[in-house]
């Protein structure tokens, strides 16, 4: 069985909600969203059975947008201002040239919808190296492994095409500098390769592919006194790139442009303990669903201007389109912290809210955090549950003058 357009689009669009995990999704295991691929029929309404109306942005590879580090998901996914690490690229590429160690890396882990099936999950590696005190290049794999699934033509087990694993990557260079001392640029090269079906034959799809661009700006200021304190403000673009296409090019989708801006205040308790505070405001920069069918039809930059004014529901409908994520975090003496998050988005825009927490350690060049998530919608959400881990690995450079001068 070849798959038609209707059929593509519903998989596409199934896939999506699935990964931003649309209420009644809790029903399907994976396997049976893409023996969609045999179904020509299947709405939104379908999907999501939250009694109010939706109108939720879909684009291609959302996987894009999942927090990959543990610190920023248990600030509730807020990371665009904070304090930079190893993780910084993702966030906020001008961020990671603030970043005080000379070179290092991180590895984070994410058992994905741990709640319906046992074998998705999301890894994410990435190193940096400080070339000097005013740039640094860092680069990262993020990897979604969306486990076995068997791929169907019809209802019934005899129908079974094949089987196959799904699975999608991003690998990214990044380089930062500073252009003063309180305020930096970073720019982001990204490949993006989506391989969903792979070679099932009776099919015509194939593995999606397409390059992005992230840029990003950070300021930040120390401020002295009997409580030092620190602000810090953050702005970038991500996912600045050519839409993607399953199977030809007159059938594209666009790949999750995003802005997020935001801020986090740091302030000195005494000598020992310190508290942040930080919020980030998002909004995909892809066209509203159900605009003016020509908005659909848009190319990169006429979709990405675009979007703030397309919303069917005008001005009002845009504002829905921000998600917020709100964070607290508190460190005693640099090596122990505690993170609260937030994270809120309209009912009419998909309707995920959640509380996360996280704890993190540090001591000399390692560091490990850990990030849980808590759903308060009334339905049970299959993010429940979600734990993330990671692992860092941070280090001053060690300088042929210093070590000269510990052998005198």
Same mark, same amino acid.
């Given at each position: 069985?070849?798959l038609n357009m209707s059929g593509?689009?519903?998989?596409?669009?199934?896939?999506?909600?699935?990964?931003?995990?649309?209420?009644?999704?809790?029903?399907?295991?994976?396997?049976?969203?893409?023996?969609?691929?045999?179904?020509?029929?299947?709405?939104?309404?379908?999907?999501?059975?939250?009694?109010?109306?939706?109108?939720?942005?879909?684009?291609?590879?959302?996987?894009?947008?999942?927090?990959?580090?543990?610190?920023?998901?248990?600030?509730?996914?807020?990371?665009?201002?904070?304090?930079?690490?190893?993780?910084?690229?993702?966030?906020?590429?001008?961020?990671?040239?603030?970043?005080?160690?000379?070179?290092?890396?991180?590895?984070?882990?994410?058992?994905?919808?741990?709640?319906?099936?046992?074998?998705?999950?999301?890894?994410?590696?990435?190193?940096?190296?400080?070339?000097?005190?005013?740039?640094?290049?860092?680069?990262?794999?993020?990897?979604?492994?969306?486990?076995?699934?068997?791929?169907?033509?019809?209802?019934?087990?005899?129908?079974?095409?094949?089987?196959?694993?799904?699975?999608?990557?991003?690998?990214?260079?990044?380089?930062?500098?500073?252009?003063?001392?309180?305020?930096?640029?970073?720019?982001?090269?990204?490949?993006?390769?989506?391989?969903?079906?792979?070679?099932?034959? =009776?099919?015509?799809?194939?593995?999606?592919?397409?390059? @992005? +661009?992230?840029? !990003?700006? $950070?300021?930040?200021?120390? #401020? %002295? *006194?009997?409580?030092?304190?620190?602000?810090?403000?953050?702005?970038?673009?991500?996912?600045?790139?050519?839409?993607?296409?399953?199977?030809?090019?007159?059938?594209?989708?666009?790949?999750?442009?995003?802005?997020?801006?935001?801020?986090?205040?740091?302030?000195?308790?005494?000598?020992?303990?310190?508290?942040?505070?930080?919020?980030?405001?998002?909004?995909?920069?892809?066209?509203?669903?159900?605009?003016?069918?020509?908005?659909?039809?848009?190319?990169?930059?006429?979709?990405?201007?675009?979007?703030?004014?397309?919303?069917?529901?005008?001005?009002?409908?845009?504002?829905?389109?921000?998600?917020?994520?709100? =964070?607290?975090?508190?460190?005693?003496?640099?090596?122990? @912290? +505690?993170?609260? !998050?937030? $994270?809120?988005?309209?009912? #009419? %825009? *998909?309707?995920?809210?959640?509380?996360?927490?996280?704890?993190?350690?540090?001591?000399?060049?390692?560091?490990?955090?850990?990030?849980?998530?808590?759903?308060?919608?009334?339905?049970?959400?299959?993010?429940?549950?979600?734990?993330?881990?990671?692992?860092?690995?941070?280090?001053?450079?060690?300088?042929?003058?210093?070590?000269e001068s510990v052998?005198?």
């Amino acid at each position: 069985m070849a798959l038609n357009m209707s059929g593509l689009q519903n998989l596409l669009l199934l896939i999506n909600y699935f990964y931003h995990l649309k209420n009644t999704l809790m029903k399907f295991r994976i396997l049976a969203i893409v023996s969609a691929l045999g179904i020509t029929q299947f709405s939104v309404g379908q999907i999501n059975n939250a009694g109010q109306d939706q109108n939720a942005i879909t684009t291609a590879v959302p996987f894009l947008l999942i927090s990959p580090d543990s610190r920023s998901a248990g600030l509730g996914e807020a990371g665009v201002a904070t304090s930079p690490d190893a993780n910084s690229s993702y966030w906020n590429a001008g961020k990671l040239v603030f970043i005080e160690k000379e070179y290092g890396g991180s590895l984070s882990y994410t058992p994905w919808l741990g709640k319906l099936v046992n074998d998705m999950s999301i890894s994410y590696l990435t190193g940096f190296y400080k070339i000097n005190r005013e740039s640094v290049i860092s680069s990262s794999l993020k990897y979604f492994d969306l486990g076995e699934i068997t791929f169907n033509s019809g209802p019934n087990p005899v129908d079974i095409l094949g089987v196959y694993n799904p699975r999608e990557l991003a690998f990214d260079v990044t380089y930062s500098r500073k252009l003063t001392e309180n305020f930096s640029l970073g720019i982001t090269g990204r490949y993006i390769n989506s391989n969903l079906v792979g070679s099932i034959s =009776g099919t015509d799809a194939q593995a999606a592919n397409s390059v @992005a +661009a992230d840029i !990003g700006a $950070f300021y930040t200021k120390d #401020y %002295k *006194g009997a409580k030092p304190s620190n602000l810090s403000l953050g702005a970038s673009i991500t996912n600045i790139g050519g839409k993607m296409t399953y199977t030809d090019d007159n059938n594209k989708d666009f790949i999750p442009t995003n802005l997020r801006f935001g801020s986090a205040y740091k302030r000195e308790i005494d000598a020992y303990n310190s508290l942040t505070f930080t919020i980030d405001f998002n909004k995909l920069m892809v066209p509203t669903p159900n605009a003016d069918s020509s908005d659909q039809n848009k190319e990169l930059l006429g979709g990405m201007f675009g979007s703030f004014s397309d919303a069917p529901g005008g001005a009002k409908e845009e504002f829905q389109e921000i998600t917020t994520s709100i =964070g607290l975090e508190y460190w005693y003496n640099d090596i122990f @912290a +505690a993170r609260l !998050g937030y $994270f809120n988005e309209s009912k #009419y %825009k *998909g309707n995920r809210k959640y509380f996360t927490v996280g704890l993190g350690f540090r001591k000399k060049a390692f560091g490990f955090d850990v990030a849980y998530l808590v759903p308060t919608n009334k339905r049970e959400s299959p993010l429940a549950e979600t734990i993330r881990f990671t692992l860092l690995l941070q280090f001053d450079k060690i300088r042929a003058e210093e070590e000269e001068s510990v052998t005198d």
